[in-house]
């Protein structure tokens, strides 16, 4: 009677081990896949915000009075088109005056302008949003220059 009781002991503690290296593995490889799917939608979501991208450029003459430029985004109006530029612009000296988007699509045909004035001091930087006029649809591929 006692090697069977020896024998129905090691198989149910031989199961609880291989119930909690089964556990184990399998949480291991929750893990695994989960970080996999979160590399795969933040590459998705870099190559899709990689090829809506927009090209802003700052003039020679805003460089040389002390500006440059940091992170842009295009945002939409309540129409739901692209026609919302925020620049994030940095002084490098006192800056006062009128900038000036002038929208090109890809083959250099003008399509849209926008204006702001913009105050800024010696070392500051900040957001400014420029709002193209309501029939203006900032196109993938499409080029602002900042004047």
């Known amino acids: 009677m006692r ?3 020896l024998l129905a002991a090691t198989a149910l503690i031989g199961c609880g081990r291989v119930a ?5 593995a399998l949480n291991k490889g929750g893990e695994i896949a989960g970080s996999a799917a979160t590399e795969v939608i933040e590459g998705v979501t870099t190559g899709v915000e990689k090829s809506w991208s927009i090209d802003v450029a700052l003039s020679d003459d805003l460089k ?3 500006l440059s430029l940091g992170k842009t985004v295009v945002e939409e109006d309540s129409a739901g088109r692209d026609n919302r530029l925020m620049l994030y612009l940095i002084a490098e000296q ?4 009128a900038i000036m988007a002038i929208a090109k699509d890809q083959d250099g045909r003008e399509f849209g302008r926008a204006s702001s004035e ?3 001091l ?3 930087a900040d957001f400014h949003l420029l709002r193209f006029q ?7 591929k499409s080029r602002i220059e900042l004047r």
């Open 3 to 5: 090697p069977v009781l």
């Open 20 to 24: 909690d290296g089964t556990r184990s």
């Open 64 to 66: 040389a009075r002390g």
């Open 94 to 97: 006192d800056f006062t005056g």
């Open 118 to 120: 913009i105050r800024m």
């Open 122 to 124: 010696a070392g500051t």
């Open 134 to 140: 309501p029939l203006t649809d900032l196109e993938r």
